[in-house]
């Protein structure tokens, strides 16, 4: 795993050229690269390292020699070729849902759990190591040096998340949508089923008609428990898309496992990895999407005790958090890569 042959599977894709961005920007050492998509895109010429990188199409004999592939497609993709990746001696990196609650897939966030790795790092195997969904990055990255050092018992959580998420097409939806309502038309909806310029609507995944939950909102519970290794962890989420571009925020509100004061609260976060205190109460300046697009760091602020649960003296069990990340970068390219390079490690 040195400098591996690479491929990376979606490769014109929102996520896949971001990860080709990433790739580059980070210096990852490897061999021969295949770029690789469905046969529409076949024959698409990408810049990548001062180069034209013709995209292939995606077919049972493109692992042929291939060491790593990072995979930014569907999960139905996903599930066709990553079994013949890794039976050709390829490692999968998955940015699907495809593999997300496979016991036998570690589903690893670099500044969280790079411990999971350790087993395929051993033993040198090819197989898939699972990236999880965008929103739980964003969520367990500022959340996981507080759950170390005061536990964590529950988490509420909002997301206002970006049409970005569901996508290139998506994002030119927005783009269009928005163009058409200023121009005094209608906005049309083709990807989503509302329209999202100048909305606010549940998120489009699918939902549970009998627990009332879509399936983005389900992901923060089964997730969280096994990237944390607790099933015990409980997550309530509410899940909905805003018409922004680029960048997810959430409103987290949370419950220690014990009382504990703003400098304890604070000193935990300040330092972490992955993560940037953006919490200015006088000039009312806090993390937003605009400021984390195009960044690596998950953006943290409006950091303030919850009054309404236990508290005595000054420590509270109870405490809010407003976090905005980049789901392109932070929360898929960028983890995929990260993990690369601990597999490299």
């Not at 897939?105 to 087993?119: S, W």
């Not at 994002?171 to 163009?179: D, G, I, P």
């Not at 392109?328 to 390079?341: D, F, N, Q, S, Y």
Request: aromatic share 6%; with cysteine; hydrophobic share 40%.
């Amino acid at each position: 795993m040195d400098a591996p042959s690479i491929a990376l599977v979606g490769a014109t894709g929102a996520v896949g050229r971001e990860c080709l961005s990433i790739l580059e920007q980070r210096r990852f050492k490897h061999g021969a690269i295949k770029l690789l998509a469905s046969s529409r895109s076949a024959g698409t010429a990408i810049a990548y390292r001062g180069k034209q990188v013709l995209v292939e199409e995606l077919g049972p004999r493109s692992f042929d020699g291939v060491k790593l592939a990072f995979f930014a497609a569907g999960a139905d993709t996903v599930k066709a070729f990553a079994p013949i990746a890794v039976a050709a001696g390829c490692t999968v990196i998955d940015k699907s849902s495809a593999y997300r609650s496979d016991a036998s897939a570690p589903l690893v966030i670099p500044e969280v759990n790079r411990e999971a790795l350790a087993g395929m790092r051993a033993s040198g195997k090819a197989g898939i190591v699972a990236v999880p969904n965008c929103s739980t990055i964003i969520l367990l990255i500022p959340l996981t040096p507080i759950r170390k050092a005061f536990g964590i018992e529950r988490v509420v959580v909002s997301t206002y998340q970006a049409a970005s998420g569901a996508g290139a097409a998506a994002m030119e939806e927005l783009e269009s949508q928005t163009r058409d309502v200023l121009d005094g038309k209608p906005a049309m909806p083709r990807i989503f089923k509302e329209p999202c310029a100048f909305n606010v609507f549940s998120h489009d995944s699918t939902m549970n008609a009998a627990t009332g939950l879509n399936s983005e909102e389900q992901k923060f519970t089964t997730e969280s428990r096994k990237i944390w290794d607790d099933p015990t962890v409980k997550v309530n989420a509410m899940c909905v898309r805003v018409p922004v571009m680029r960048g997810h925020s959430e409103s987290v509100c949370l419950t220690l496992k014990k009382p504990v004061t703003e400098a304890q609260f604070r000193g935990v976060l300040e330092g972490a990895p992955g993560l940037k205190i953006v919490d200015d109460r006088a000039n009312n300046r806090f993390p937003t999407p605009l400021k984390v697009s195009g960044g690596d760091d998950v953006l943290v602020g409006r950091i303030r005790p919850d009054d309404t649960q236990e508290n005595s003296g000054g420590a509270y069990r109870g405490w809010n958090l407003w976090i905005s990340g980049d789901q392109l970068r932070t929360g898929a390219a960028l983890t995929a890569v990260k993990i690369a390079e601990l597999l490299q490690k």
